[in-house]
Structure formats: C-alpha cells, structure tokens
Antibody, heavy 120, light 112 residues
Framework: QVQLQESGPGLVKPSETLSLACSVS????????WSWIRQPPGKVLEWIGD???????YYNPSLKSRVTISVDTSKNQFSLSLSSVTAADTAVYYC??????????????WGQGTLVTVSS | QSVLTQPPSVSGAPGQRVTISCAGS?????????VHWYRQFPGTAPKLLIY???IRPSGVPDRFSASKSGTSASLAISGLQAEDEAVYYC????????????FGGGTKLTVL
C-alpha cells in the first residue's frame, strides 16, 4: 500500500512562493502520475496539477502561470511550487497518486494533507 | 462555483437509501469522461469510493453504487449507517479551456 506524506512550511507571506514536497513510500514513484490538489477551508477541492516520473506535467489552466510541479525519482518524491501567493491560496494541500488512463483518471491514494496559510 | 453541480446536502434515516446527484455538461460528463466519487470525513483526506463510473475499489461495501447517464451521474448509498455521515464529491474531466480535472461542490450527507 503506497503512502504519501506532505511536508513544508505552514505559513507563507503574501507575494512569496509556496513550496511543498510529497514523499512516496511503499512503492516506486515510477510508472504513475502524481498530483497536487488543494482545498481552501470550508470549500471545494481544486486540482492543481500532475507530474509523471519522466517529468511530463499538466496544470490547472487557472493556476498554470504560477505553478511548477517537479519530481525527484532518486528521493521518491515530488514537489509543488506556487509563486506570488495571496490569501486566496490558503488551503489544505494534498498530494495524491493518479490512476486511470487518457483523461479518465482518478486519485486512489492521498496524503493526509497539510494546511498552508498565507499571511504576513 | 463548481463545474459539476451537487446538492449541498442530503439526509436519510439509518437503513434508508439515499442518492447524490452530480450534474455536468457536454464538456465533461456528457463528453463521455468517467465520473469518480470520493468520501471525506472532517479533518481527513478524501478517499476514493467509486471509480470509472461504477467500480468499487477493494474494501468499499456494496452498499455503495453509482451510475452515469447523459450529462449527469449519481451515487447511491443503501442501508444507511451512522458512519456514512460525511461529505461526498464527484470528479471528472473537463475538456474546455486546456482540459482539466474537476470536482463537484460536495454534498454533506446527514444520517438522521
């Protein structure tokens, strides 16, 4: 059973860059796509983007200009970088494993989530 | 506002059957993209409940079933139990813009 664990600062200042990492254990990061999803407090889930172990990535069009997702296969880990953050980026950030094919994919394993607050 | 529309809340008594709808459009569910369902308890991560419209992952009771027709999908929970009280989300893919994963607004199930 694969397990995912998010890590990173819980507080980020406005206009700065939010950086999170997701460590994958119980399985190799190879083969699958890996995703970031966020949920502002009391609000709905929002897909941020995915990355394949080969480095191929896809992003939510609404966040694409500010998002970079990268992968480090040697560490079995992938990362999220979100620039120029505002209070609207305050959310619980989840990493997840993407399953399925073509555009019919879903998320079958999730990290526990980490709350990131944007505030000065 | 979510691209997939779910009722904010549904309720039912123990033992009853409830359904949760997920309305989309020709850009997503109607475009023949699969619908998936998740359950989320407060303070925890969502958990996959149904994938590829109707398939239950190992360990999910057969009290949970789902269907898809046209531009909508629905999740049915029979034999309602107190521990089913949670928020349920549908998820699909939307081909508008550059294409992206979309979630419904979530439905809070209350077991009376």
């Amino acid at each position: 059973q694969v397990q995912l664990q998010e890590s990173g600062p819980g507080l980020v200042k406005p206009s700065e860059t939010l950086s999170l990492a997701c460590s994958v254990s119980g399985g190799s990061i190879g083969t699958y796509y890996w995703s970031w999803i966020r949920q502002p407090p009391g609000k709905v889930l929002e897909w941020i983007g995915d990355i394949h172990y080969s480095g191929i990535s896809y992003y939510n069009p609404s966040l694409k200009s500010r998002v970079t997702i990268s992968v480090d296969t040697s560490k079995n880990q992938f990362s999220l970088s979100l620039s120029s953050v505002t209070a609207a980026d305050t959310a619980v950030y989840y990493c997840a494993r993407r399953e399925g094919s073509y555009h019919d994919y879903y998320f079958d394993s999730w990290g526990q989530g980490t709350l990131v607050t944007v505030s000065s | 506002q979510s691209v997939l529309t779910q009722p904010p809340s549904v309720s039912g008594a123990p033992g009853q059957r409830v359904t949760i709808s997920c309305a989309g459009s020709s850009f997503n569910i109607g475009g023949r993209y699969d619908v998936h369902w998740y359950r989320q308890f407060p303070g925890t991560a969502p958990k996959l409940l149904i994938y590829a419209n109707t398939i239950r992952p190992s360990g999910v009771p057969d009290r949970f079933s789902a269907s898809k027709s046209g531009t909508s999908a629905s999740l049915a929970i029979s034999g309602l139990q107190a521990e089913d009280e949670a928020v349920y989300y549908c998820q699909s893919y939307d081909i508008s813009l550059s294409g992206f994963v979309i979630f419904g607004g979530g439905t809070k199930l209350t077991v009376l």
